[in-house]
């Protein structure tokens, strides 16, 4: 009677996992496809720049068109669609997801906290298996990858490259999205208004965009993907009308020849052009970008289905219709809206406008995950991230970046007023990025997907050679707005260097002058000073040892709370970590001393909780750690203090613990409303008249020790008198006797960026009256 049941059920899953593939796809049309879909307003209008624009014939025109047919079938379909988008990290993509896959399989890790326990996450192994097939090239790859530190470094330069040029396609991207779809004003007025027109309305739209982001991904989506449909429904029926009446044998156009004859005709000129056509592929990259806010199937399902059938239409249509008018010479007037019916242009103008605010979308969320990625792995001052939706973890929004990459954006859009030299600019970022993601998938074929080297080098040439042909057609026009994201990326390069430099060094600081446990047991097991109640939260960035703030501490101020907890938040090479093994718990010197340890681990696409959820997860682990301890150890201790400290034991949160220990909490006025209990699975404080009540609920089991009992009731005390977060507040400062370029790097721009970056995240709600702050000067 149960095998119908089971079957019955399985299809209602099917049905719903379908239902719910095909809403993402739908979802995904306006995050992720909007740039993509709006690049026919001024492919066409770039590629023919001055460059050919004075000899335009068919040839040229069904020359441009074959190398925008080839380029979105090879790049985005082939390309992306069928291989990279399976280089996904435990379903995260970009540019660090692929380095994070580097970092797993080849211990290139640059983050210095690292511990063989975290290879023992479930996400960690998931991906490195040893395969038998690979090959002693591959091993030999990997060897001298994990041998040379300079290899390493400029793997991550590589991957820090290609997170600088997404955040200036964010700035880039907007600016000429809009401004395209704005200049079709001028087939609706006269030239003196319109010059005065596009740049305000152009200006007031990007403001609207950046001001809408803060109500999040899913909300956007929704609200995004009918404009998108709209727009894609609009070209391709433009492009169908125009393919009949003017020229239905434009797809004898798609033919490579013609790209051949293209360049032999156009020579330099043709070459110079191709960075006005890459411009079609513009936003491919937010497909792999944006595929934590969605799911690889609903990406391919949208760009195969919808996206692209209706770009090539698009580009066929304007081809077709220049192949009828190409006797006009002005470049100014090639662009989208001349193959625009006139009766129809100014409903197709304000679709286009909407749709342009949409394309603006895509980069904008690849921005905001790139640099969440880049803050997770110690690349990126800490900034504040808003997780905008409670289901879908990986839609955020960055209220500084936002505001940032608004401010310039408008910059860019008031500086230039011209979309040729932004389409420079913006070409040059999306030909580097793409370039960079081809290299790093070169290293994942070997080394994450076990093929052969000569595949990976197959692969590299073969896309490689397309893009540096884009590359460098976008290069020669340096002077000409390719500079801008150039300058864009070396700020934040700058930026990310100082800050992963610096975070080294003080790390490297706290190693070598962390306390020794010796130290620890020398004070006895009152440790010298006075136990006063409550619970003390010691904030540290060491996995072991114990922290030189905590002797600073003690020698100016001899009282310490009664539980001390030695806590490290830290972010592992993996995009979530599940949260049955987000805690590690264990012991610092004898149990008298109620002292713990505790890592929280956290991908770099995880939620971090920030409010009272962490403190009462965080004392569950470890009445958790006690109550498990007590389990495994019933004979004599017989193992030396300092083995104990090192040994960590893995912890879920209580949400993962159906049978584990339990936190309640409510207020009482005195000790009247403490009911007593004689059942052995509740535990309660015996404190008179407390203002709050902490009661843990133990599962059935059995009978604890009276010493763990005893342990636990004081972890409840502690936790009733109140939490202290005790965090170091560390002014950096270069050795002296180190070099000019050292002390400018540390004194100055380090430390201003600690001094300016948000704190930790766990603390941000922490009650100033429980926030102590312990000042030390680190030489470093």
Same mark, same amino acid.
């Given at each position: 009677?149960?095998?119908?049941?089971?079957?019955?059920?399985?299809?209602?899953?099917?049905?719903?996992?379908?239902?719910?593939?095909?809403? &993402?796809?739908?979802?995904?049309?306006?995050?992720?496809?909007?740039?993509?879909?709006?690049?026919?307003?001024?492919v066409y209008k770039s590629a023919f720049a001055e460059d050919i624009e004075h000899s335009k014939t068919n040839e040229e025109i069904f020359g441009v068109l074959s190398f925008i047919f080839w380029t979105l079938t090879l790049i985005p379909l082939f390309k992306y669609v069928f291989i990279v988008l399976r280089a996904d990290d435990n379903g995260e993509g970009g540019t660090f997801a692929l380095y994070s896959l580097l970092c797993r399989h080849a211990r290139v890790n640059s983050l210095p906290? =690292?511990? *063989?326990?975290?290879?023992?996450?479930?996400?960690?192994?998931?991906?490195?298996?040893?395969?038998?097939?690979?090959?002693? +090239? =591959?091993?030999?790859?990997?060897?001298?990858?994990?041998?040379?530190?300079?290899?390493?470094?400029?793997?991550?330069?590589?991957?820090?490259?290609?997170?600088?040029?997404?955040?200036?396609?964010?700035?880039?991207?907007?600016?000429?999205?809009?401004?395209?779809?704005?200049? =079709?004003?001028?087939?609706?007025?006269?030239?003196?208004?319109?010059?005065?027109?596009?740049?305000?309305?152009t200006c007031a739209i990007l403001i609207g965009l950046f001001a809408l982001q803060h109500f999040g991904t899913h909300r956007v989506g929704f609200l995004f993907a009918p404009i998108v449909i709209l727009w894609l429904f609009c070209i391709s029926s433009l492009g169908l009308y125009n393919i009949i009446r003017w020229n239905p044998q434009i797809y004898k156009a798609l033919s490579p020849y013609y790209m051949y004859a293209f360049f032999k005709k156009t020579q330099t000129g043709g070459w110079?052009?191709?960075?006005?056509?890459?411009?079609?592929?513009?936003?491919?990259?937010?497909?792999?970008?944006?595929?934590?806010?969605?799911?690889?199937?609903? %990406?391919?399902?949208?760009?195969?289905?919808?996206?692209?059938?209706?770009?090539?239409?698009?580009?066929?249509?304007?081809?077709?219709?220049?192949?009828?008018?190409?006797?006009?010479?002005?470049?100014?007037? %090639?662009?989208?809206?001349?193959?625009?019916?006139?009766?129809?242009?100014?409903?197709?103008?304000?679709?286009?406008? &909407?749709?342009?605010?949409?394309? !603006?979308?895509?980069?904008?969320?690849?921005?905001?995950?790139?640099?969440?990625?880049?803050?997770?792995?110690?690349?990126?001052?800490?900034?504040?991230?808003?997780?905008?939706?409670?289901?879908?973890?990986?839609?955020?929004?960055?209220?500084?970046?936002?505001?940032?990459?608004?401010?310039?954006?408008?910059?860019?859009?008031?500086?230039?007023?011209?979309?040729?030299?932004?389409?420079?600019?913006?070409?040059?970022?999306?030909?580097?990025?793409? *370039?960079?993601?081809?290299?790093?998938?070169? +290293?994942?074929?070997?080394?994450?997907?076990?093929?052969?080297?000569?595949?990976?080098?197959?692969?590299?040439?073969?896309?490689?050679?397309?893009?540096?042909?884009?590359?460098?057609?976008?290069?020669?026009?340096?002077?000409?707005?390719?500079?801008?994201?150039?300058?864009?990326?070396?700020?934040?390069?700058?930026?990310?260097?100082?800050?992963?430099?610096?975070? &080294?060094?003080?790390?490297?600081?706290?190693?070598?002058?962390?306390?020794?446990?010796?130290?620890?047991?020398?004070?006895?097991?009152?440790?010298?000073?006075?136990?006063?109640?409550?619970?003390?939260? %010691?904030?540290?960035?060491?996995? !072991?040892?114990?922290?030189?703030?905590?002797?600073?501490?003690?020698?100016? &101020?001899?009282?310490?709370?009664?539980? *001390?907890?030695?806590?490290?938040?830290?972010?592992?090479?993996?995009?979530?970590?599940?949260?049955? $093994?987000?805690?590690?718990?264990?012991? %610092?010197?004898?149990? $008298?001393?109620?002292?713990?340890?505790?890592?929280?681990?956290?991908?770099?696409?995880?939620?971090?909780?920030?409010? *009272?959820?962490?403190?009462?997860?965080?004392?569950?682990?470890?009445?958790?750690?006690?109550?498990?301890?007590?389990?495994?150890?019933?004979?004599?201790?017989?193992?030396?203090?300092?083995?104990?400290? $090192?040994?960590?034991?893995?912890?879920?949160?209580? !949400?993962?613990?159906?049978?584990?220990?339990?936190?309640?909490?409510?207020?009482?006025?005195?000790?009247?409303?403490?009911?007593?209990?004689?059942?052995?699975?509740?535990?309660?404080?015996?404190?008179?008249?407390?203002?709050?009540?902490?009661?843990?609920l133990l599962p059935e089991s059995p009978k604890m020790q009276d010493e763990t009992k005893e342990e636990l009731q004081e972890l409840m005390e502690a936790r009733e008198s109140g939490i202290a977060y005790i965090m170091g507040h560390s002014h950096v400062r270069a050795k002296p006797g180190s070099s000019w370029f050292k002390k400018i790097v540390v004194n100055l721009g380090y430390d201003f960026l600690r001094r300016n970056s948000r704190g930790p995240t766990y603390p941000l709600t922490a009650?100033?009256?429980?926030?102590?702050?312990?000042?030390?000067?680190?030489?470093?």
């Amino acid at each position: 009677m149960m095998d119908p049941e089971c079957g019955f059920y399985q299809n209602q899953v099917k049905k719903e996992s379908w239902k719910q593939v095909l809403i &993402l796809a739908y979802q995904s049309l306006g995050v992720v496809y909007g740039d993509l879909s709006t690049s026919p307003l001024y492919v066409y209008k770039s590629a023919f720049a001055e460059d050919i624009e004075h000899s335009k014939t068919n040839e040229e025109i069904f020359g441009v068109l074959s190398f925008i047919f080839w380029t979105l079938t090879l790049i985005p379909l082939f390309k992306y669609v069928f291989i990279v988008l399976r280089a996904d990290d435990n379903g995260e993509g970009g540019t660090f997801a692929l380095y994070s896959l580097l970092c797993r399989h080849a211990r290139v890790n640059s983050l210095p906290n =690292g511990q *063989l326990a975290d290879e023992e996450l479930s996400e960690y192994k998931k991906d490195v298996v040893t395969s038998p097939n690979q090959t002693s +090239l =591959g091993s030999r790859l990997k060897s001298t990858l994990e041998k040379h530190l300079v290899l390493q470094r400029f793997l991550l330069v590589l991957a820090l490259i290609g997170a600088c040029m997404v955040i200036g396609d964010g700035v880039l991207t907007p600016a000429i999205s809009v401004f395209s779809a704005v200049s =079709g004003l001028e087939f609706s007025m006269s030239h003196e208004h319109h010059r005065y027109v596009t740049l305000p309305v152009t200006c007031a739209i990007l403001i609207g965009l950046f001001a809408l982001q803060h109500f999040g991904t899913h909300r956007v989506g929704f609200l995004f993907a009918p404009i998108v449909i709209l727009w894609l429904f609009c070209i391709s029926s433009l492009g169908l009308y125009n393919i009949i009446r003017w020229n239905p044998q434009i797809y004898k156009a798609l033919s490579p020849y013609y790209m051949y004859a293209f360049f032999k005709k156009t020579q330099t000129g043709g070459w110079m052009s191709l960075g006005g056509i890459l411009l079609c592929m513009t936003g491919s990259e937010a497909m792999f970008a944006d595929l934590g806010h969605f799911s690889q199937l609903s %990406i391919k399902i949208a760009f195969t289905c919808v996206v692209y059938p209706s770009l090539i239409l698009a580009y066929m249509g304007q081809a077709a219709y220049l192949s009828q008018h190409h006797q006009m010479a002005d470049g100014q007037r %090639i662009g989208f809206y001349v193959s625009v019916p006139e009766n129809l242009r100014w409903p197709v103008l304000g679709i286009a406008i &909407l749709a342009a605010v949409v394309g !603006s979308q895509a980069v904008i969320t690849g921005t905001f995950s790139i640099i969440k990625q880049c803050q997770a792995l110690g690349c990126f001052p800490r900034v504040k991230i808003v997780h905008t939706s409670s289901k879908i973890h990986g839609q955020i929004y960055i209220p500084e970046v936002n505001w940032t990459l608004m401010i310039l954006c408008l910059a860019v859009t008031i500086g230039f007023r011209d979309t040729k030299r932004i389409s420079n600019a913006s070409g040059l970022a999306v030909i580097t990025v793409m *370039l960079v993601t081809t290299c790093l998938m070169s +290293l994942v074929i070997v080394l994450c997907w076990h093929k052969s080297v000569f595949l990976a080098i197959a692969f590299v040439l073969f896309f490689g050679a397309l893009e540096a042909l884009y590359f460098s057609a976008s290069l020669i026009k340096f002077l000409e707005g390719a500079w801008v994201p150039i300058a864009l990326a070396c700020t934040f390069m700058i930026i990310m260097y100082i800050w992963h430099y610096g975070t &080294l060094l003080k790390y490297e600081f706290d190693v070598q002058n962390k306390v020794s446990i010796n130290w620890l047991l020398s004070l006895g097991p009152s440790l010298g000073i006075v136990r006063v109640r409550g619970l003390g939260l %010691i904030q540290s960035e060491l996995v !072991s040892g114990i922290p030189a703030i905590f002797s600073h501490f003690v020698t100016n &101020l001899p009282a310490f709370h009664q539980v *001390l907890v030695f806590l490290c938040v830290k972010s592992v090479p993996v995009p979530h970590v599940k949260s049955d $093994e987000r805690f590690l718990v264990g012991r %610092i010197g004898p149990k $008298e001393f109620r002292i713990y340890r505790c890592i929280v681990r956290y991908g770099y696409h995880d939620f971090h909780k920030d409010d *009272l959820a962490f403190e009462n997860d965080l004392v569950c682990s470890i009445a958790e750690f006690i109550r498990a301890e007590s389990g495994k150890k019933n004979g004599p201790k017989d193992e030396s203090d300092k083995e104990s400290e $090192e040994k960590m034991t893995v912890v879920g949160t209580p !949400s993962t613990h159906i049978d584990g220990i339990r936190m309640e909490e409510d207020t009482v006025e005195n000790d009247h409303d403490l009911p007593g209990t004689s059942e052995s699975k509740e535990i309660q404080s015996p404190m008179l008249a407390p203002r709050k009540r902490v009661r843990f609920l133990l599962p059935e089991s059995p009978k604890m020790q009276d010493e763990t009992k005893e342990e636990l009731q004081e972890l409840m005390e502690a936790r009733e008198s109140g939490i202290a977060y005790i965090m170091g507040h560390s002014h950096v400062r270069a050795k002296p006797g180190s070099s000019w370029f050292k002390k400018i790097v540390v004194n100055l721009g380090y430390d201003f960026l600690r001094r300016n970056s948000r704190g930790p995240t766990y603390p941000l709600t922490a009650p100033h009256a429980s926030t102590l702050e312990v000042g030390m000067v680190c030489h470093v």
